[in-house]
């Protein structure tokens, strides 16, 4: 059984591993044919990625249901809205869902005056939620805290035309802060995130990382 | 002055809606000058020839349709303005229907024709390795366009076997899309390539625009409204650049109010942190 769980998905993660990271500077038609074929049985797993999704989703909150949590009621709402969305995607305007898309149907209504208005009034309450955050922290209580605030209303009038009406010079400051300070910290947690990345791989090809075998070691 | 420091945050809400509100109400324009990596993603289209292939990736969903729709909509009146055939695909499964509206109604305006000048490939997951299968060959990462018509038959993709092939590509992405076209297209297949993203992660693509792996970048509503004004469609991004501007100076104001009320109560002395 450790042989299964353990041994064979080690030497898949090892032997893809290498080749996947050797192929990369073959330009050999097979190395090419190999690469199409691995990102293509990439492509499939990432597909059923979305039944898992889905059975999580609904494991959750029919969990929540069952136990009466805390705003259970919301949960039925979930399986409303994906119930009846999948029906009108299934039902394909009268075509059965193995037939193409049609157009104009009842899944596109949904999508165009439920989703789209839903996501964005989400998004929007942000602005509020953002407004009233940067009152109540925004303080200038260190230098570090001083220079951040100047820096963000800076870049803040920099960002709409209100501020070139205020002075020419805030575009000009506020493009100089994304530039320069901002581009040199991104870049650096750019270069660390990215090695981090390698030596993780790494770690996974040669066996050291076991962690995505799941069930403890 | 202390009270002032815990003030209701629905008094903030509701000054917050009013700014908006008003604003909307309130007719007056601003100068919306481009700014030089808007110009750039703007010149490259100006330069491709009528016929050149530009691949637009719609990687948003409706909760960052605000920001990225707009952009999409000038980017495509430009396009469609210069006979410029459009090939047009998402990473999102949340953003087939936008970029499939998008697509279809300003096609309409110039009296495109889908197939002849423009496509739609729709969603495929993956990410990494649907980009790398496009490098490879576009016609086996997408068999069959949205509609279930055969890529191969395509007139609009004549000529495009693969990414290589592709005049200009532009990522609208709310994630991490954009790495993900430089990392696995363009620096492996070598194409032209610009973004439009949302302005939270605008100050994150700073490096790919410096290192030129990316030659130009929309950042936010501002964005979207200075690629409005270089088409000369002003649109929705143009008019949200009043209410967005307003609410910029209150929050602003509010930021300098709390911190008047925050030395002038005396509050600094107790909350201020020790130096480490």
Aim: aromatic fraction near 12%; proline fraction near 4%; charge should be positive.
């Amino acid at each position: 059984m450790s042989f299964l769980r353990r041994t064979v998905p080690l030497a898949i993660a090892f032997t893809v591993g290498v080749l996947m990271a050797f192929q990369y500077f073959v330009p050999h038609p097979h190395s090419k044919a190999f690469l199409e074929l691995m990102t293509r049985w990439d492509r499939i797993i990432a597909g059923f990625a979305v039944f898992i999704g889905i059975y999580s989703l609904f494991h959750l909150h029919w969990t929540r249901i069952r136990r009466k949590a805390a705003g259970w009621g919301y949960s039925i709402f979930v399986f409303l809205g994906a119930g009846i969305t999948i029906a009108f995607g299934l039902y394909n305007g009268g075509e059965a869902f193995w037939h193409d898309k049609k157009e104009d149907t009842m899944f596109d209504w949904l999508f165009l005056y439920v989703q789209v208005p839903a996501g964005a009034t989400i998004f929007s309450i942000l602005a509020f939620f953002m407004a009233s955050a940067a009152y109540r922290t925004f303080r200038a209580r260190t230098v570090e805290s001083t220079v951040l605030l100047i820096a963000a209303i800076i870049v803040m009038l920099g960002r709409v035309p209100v501020g070139a009406l205020i002075s020419p010079y805030i575009p000009v400051v506020a493009d100089w802060i994304m530039g320069v300070p901002n581009l040199a910290a991104k870049r650096g947690i750019l270069l660390g995130v990215s090695l981090g990345a390698i030596a993780t791989s790494i770690k996974i090809i040669f066996g050291v990382e076991r962690q995505y075998l799941g069930g403890g070691d | 002055m202390g009270r002032f420091l815990n003030i209701d945050r629905r008094i903030i809400f509701a000054a917050v809606a009013l700014a908006v509100i008003g604003s909307l109400l309130v007719d007056f324009s601003l100068p919306v000058p481009a700014t030089a990596p808007v110009q750039q993603i703007f010149d490259k289209i100006e330069s491709l020839p009528p016929g050149a292939h530009f691949l637009l990736s719609f990687d948003y969903d409706p909760s960052s349709k605000e920001e990225l729709q707009p952009m999409a909509l000038a980017l495509l009146h430009h396009c469609f303005q210069r006979g410029v055939k459009v090939i047009g695909m998402t990473h999102n499964p949340g953003g087939t229907g936008l970029a499939e509206q998008a697509l279809n109604s300003i096609a309409s305006i110039y009296q495109r024709k889908y197939k002849e000048d423009y496509v739609f490939l729709g969603y495929k997951p993956g990410g990494a390795s649907l980009v790398i299968n496009m490098g490879e060959d576009i016609h086996t990462a997408f068999l069959k366009d949205f509609y279930g018509n055969d890529t191969t038959t395509l007139p609009a993709l004549q000529g495009v076997e693969s990414l290589r092939d592709i005049d200009y590509l532009v990522d609208l992405a709310a994630g991490v899309t954009i790495e993900t076209w430089i990392a696995f297209g363009r620096e492996k297949y070598q194409f032209e390539m610009g973004a439009g993203c949302t302005a939270v992660i605008g100050p994150e693509m700073y490096p790919f625009l410096d290192s030129r792996q990316i030659n130009g970048l929309m950042a936010g509503l501002k964005g979207a409204a200075e690629y409005e004004v270089l088409v000369e469609r002003k649109a929705q991004a143009f008019e949200g650049m009043r209410p967005q501007s307003v609410t910029h100076c209150l929050v602003i104001l509010l930021v300098l109010f709390g911190n008047v009320a925050f030395f002038v109560s005396g509050s600094f002395r107790t909350q201020r942190r020790p130096r480490r």
